[in-house]
T-cell receptor
């Protein structure tokens, strides 16, 4: 079974600074997809960024980018120029090409200090 | 609305009662998922519907949990004889297709509290 581990329960960053959230996963599959979701206090899960395992190039979405290390099974999220609105729970998620479910990590609570 | 809609937003009930949670997915989305999020935890997969295919129920924690999806649209998650450990936020998500690279769009969830 696939597992997703987020080793940082809480992280803090100063506004305008850069922060990196860690995620590792365990799988024996070669074809899969990785996601980062943001969950603000409103509870709605919002897709931040996604990465296909077959792509070597790291995904980027404006201030959000990932460092995908397939051999190390690592998928970290970098937030540049942090904004107050980035404060939320961030969940890393794994989905294989064969299963219907998505495996989520336990989450990292990000605080942005003004 | 344009997003996934869930109701009720909050539900408080007594232990032993049955509850029904509703999810209205985004129009045109054929895939629908239910997740459970306990306090301070990540999301736990419960059940998945895709079109008219038999649902994937592999994540349901016990036979007290069941779900239906009528007409390929609205889904209802039913919990019978609720227990205190059922207290959690229940999230529904939908996507265009089964394809693994399709992002899931989530509703705001139902916070269920069992007294």
């Amino acid at each position: 079974a696939q597992t997703v581990t987020q080793s940082q329960p809480e992280m803090s960053v100063q506004e305008a600074e850069t922060v990196t959230l860690s995620c590792t996963y365990d799988t024996s599959e070669s074809d899969y997809y990785l996601f980062w979701y943001k969950q603000p206090p409103s509870r709605q899960m919002i897709l931040v960024i996604r990465q296909e395992a077959y792509k070597q190039q790291n995904a980027t979405e404006n201030r959000f980018s990932v460092n995908f290390q397939k051999a190390a099974k690592s998928f970290s999220l970098k937030i540049s120029d942090s904004q107050l609105g980035d404060a939320a729970m961030y969940f890393c998620a794994y989905r294989s090409s064969n299963n219907n479910d998505m495996r989520f990590g336990a989450g990292t609570r990000l605080t942005v200090k003004p | 609305g344009a997003g996934v809609s869930q109701s009720p937003s909050n539900k408080v009930t007594e232990k032993g009662k049955d509850v029904e949670l509703r999810c209205d997915p985004i129009s045109g989305h054929t895939a629908l998922y239910w997740y459970r999020q306990s306090l301070g935890q990540g999301l736990e997969f419960l059940i998945y519907f895709q079109g008219n295919s038999a649902p994937d129920k592999s994540g349901l924690p016990s036979d007290r949990f069941s779900a239906e999806r009528t007409g390929g649209s609205v889904s209802t998650l039913t919990i019978q004889r609720t227990q205190q450990e059922d207290s959690a936020v229940y999230l529904c998500a939908s996507s265009f297709a089964r394809a693994s690279n399709q992002p899931q769009h989530f509703g705001d969830g139902t916070r269920l509290s069992i007294l």
